[in-house]
């Protein structure tokens, strides 16, 4: 089982709706959960992080984490065509050398 | 957010050569990492730089190849050794702390 599993995509959505992209872990000693967005060719740049359980809202963005169910969500409300991206979850633990690992990515096309 | 310079962007190398990359960070920082991503794949850790000590590297990497140094808390080098086709790829630097890591651009390595 890896250890941080996204579905790869793409996941299409019409501009105006709201994109949801998943993501699971494995380690239930992590702490830290992030969501990157990486457009092509460039590196991935930070766009929320959540510690705790329930929702966290910014702008149009909102993190979901559920700790029980080692489940990580990200929506996007009012999708937008320069949101077409692919969407990296990470999860850092606790132990070891506190990395972060990543996992494969979803990739998002939002429709004009 | 710290900023991250990686240096060189690209190069282009001849096999059986080694080729060193540089990350510096503009500030104080916790963890260094260095990862790989091949073309549309996610990031993989091939270790953590640890300063004024060796790094901790990921399974599947070994410091003879991949070896790092990291000799205070903001810069930190990874050498490509020996180097193959097969090590063709994007290497990001990436620097953070308990909250959250950034990502330099990255240095597009291409072996011939």
């Known amino acids: 089982q890896k250890e941080v599993e996204q579905n790869s995509g793409p996941l299409s959505v019409p501009e105006g709706a709201i994109a949801s992209l998943n993501c699971t872990y494995s380690?239930?000693?992590?702490?830290?959960f992030f969501w990157y967005r990486q457009y092509s060719g460039k590196s991935p740049e930070l766009i929320m992080s959540i510690y705790s359980n329930g929702d966290k809202e910014d702008g149009r963005f909102t993190a979901q984490l559920n700790k029980a169910s080692q489940y990580v969500s990200l929506l996007i409300r009012d999708s937008q065509p320069s949101d077409s991206a692919t969407y990296l979850c990470a999860v850092r633990g606790i132990s070891g050398t506190y990395k972060y690992i990543f996992g494969t990515g979803t990739r998002l096309k939002v429709l004009a | 957010s710290a900023v991250i310079s990686q240096k060189p962007s690209r190069d282009i190398c001849q096999r059986g050569t080694s080729l060193t990359i540089q990350c510096q960070v503009d500030?104080?920082?916790?963890?260094m990492f260095w990862y790989r991503q091949q073309p549309g794949q996610s990031l993989t850790l091939i270790a953590t730089a640890n300063q004024g000590s060796e790094a901790t590297y990921e399974s599947g990497f070994v410091i003879d190849k991949f070896p790092i140094s990291r000799p205070n808390l903001t810069f930190s080098t990874l050498t490509v050794s020996n180097m193959s086709p097969e090590d063709s790829s994007i290497y990001l630097c990436?620097?953070?702390?308990?909250?959250?890591?950034?990502f330099g651009q990255g240095t597009r390595l291409t072996v011939v």
């Open positions: 380690d239930r000693g992590s702490q830290s």
């Open positions: 500030s104080q920082v916790t963890m």
């Open positions: 990436s620097a953070g702390t308990d909250t959250e890591a950034f």
